[in-house]
């Protein structure tokens, strides 16, 4: 069922409040720095801050995070996985799933895809998986007017994707419907999220029980870009992308897909309220929740005073469709990207749920989503 376009204009109106990051979000950590928005992180420059631990040690559950990308450099991971690993401990990541971000050209496809990052990975077993496609499909689905898809084409991208799950994918990602640019040299990319190709992904996901997760800047009515963009490389005027959305979680009601930075909205037009009503609607949708400071802060799920009353009612509701994504970026030595960790919004807000919402959106959710053994 969609989405009422005129019900979601009179509920997406809110007013900008301030908000002040608690203590416990400062950056820190090995690769710790203040990030950047956006799926590729940060803007350049700046290199991996030294080891450091948190004043007092993180009492909540192990968690999983869902959702982070590597800066390897020519594909020289194992550098990057070891100061992964290192952030990992001592912050309650007990595992992390790696994936491309949703690159708009194969330039980086060689450093990004799976074969090399099995081998790094093989030096910390049970620590990490992967997801597969930001690198390589993804910029076959940004090149590919939807009216351009030949059976040729179609056949070839199956085959690519059929490949990567078979090396050991979890799922395809990141896969880019909208990504705005929020610095010189952040991509900017579009296409509906009904594509041929991305309703090829589904259908592969359901049938191989894996998932597709989506970085999709959520826009359910037609506005100006909010003018902390520029345009160009931004469009002047966003166009609504939840119809077509819709259309794809109902494609295939077998295939799990997860929308990625959920509480993170740039936009301003993804609040509590269209989670409720798309969650409602499609029992096969997941969120993955990223809780750095956003650019909307009043749909942030955590403030000042703790978790939002409207945020855990939903996480309570819904409690077996969300998991933590945080988005971080980790890097090598010299990588020219600055590296992005920022586990501290993540702790307290786990810190800050009840025991049970907490256990199920810290590790249990992703261990069922996923597959992955439960800790």
Known sequence: MAVARGWLLSVLCAGLVALAIPAAAQPRGPNARPGGPGAMGGPPGGGAAGPQR???????????DTH???????????EAIDRLAA????VGIRMALIMPPPFPDNDQRASYEA???????????????WLAGGGSLNPTIQST????????????????????????????????????????????????????LILALAD??????????????????AAPLPEKFSSPPNPRQLTPNLPAFERLLAHNPNAKIVLAHAGWDVTGQWDVTVSRLLLQHHPNLFMSL????????????????????????????FPDRFVIGTDSFFAADGA????????????????????????????????????????
């Open 115 to 129: 074969s090399a990052l099995i081998q790094a990975l093989r030096a910390h077993p049970g620590r990490f998986a």
């Open 204 to 221: 592969i996901a359901a049938k191989r029980g894996k998932l597709l997760d989506l970085h999709m800047d959520l826009v359910a009515h």
């Open 290 to 317: 990223k809780l750095m400071a956003g650019q909307t802060p009043q749909h942030m799920p955590i403030g000042p005073a703790g978790i939002k009353p409207d945020w855990q009612a939903l996480i309570a509701e």
């Open 54 to 64: 948190p004043a007092l040690p993180y009492a909540g559950p192990a968690w999983i």
């Open 145 to 196: 007017r939807p009216d351009k898809v030949t059976p040729s084409l179609l056949a070839d991208f199956t085959r690519r994707a059929e490949a990567l799950l078979d090396e050991g994918a979890l799922g395809f990602g990141e896969i880019g419907v909208l990504h705005l640019s929020h610095f010189q040299g952040h991509p900017f990319e579009e296409v509906p999220a009904d594509h041929p």
């Open 87 to 90: 952030a990992m401990d001592g």
């Open 68 to 78: 982070v990308h590597l800066r390897a450099g020519g594909g020289a991971y194992g």
């Open 336 to 375: 020219p990207l600055r590296p992005v960790f920022v586990p501290g919004p993540t702790e307290a807000f786990l810190s800050r749920l009840p025991p049970p919402l907490a256990e199920a959106v810290a590790h249990g959710n992703a261990e069922r989503l996923y597959g992955l053994p439960r800790g």
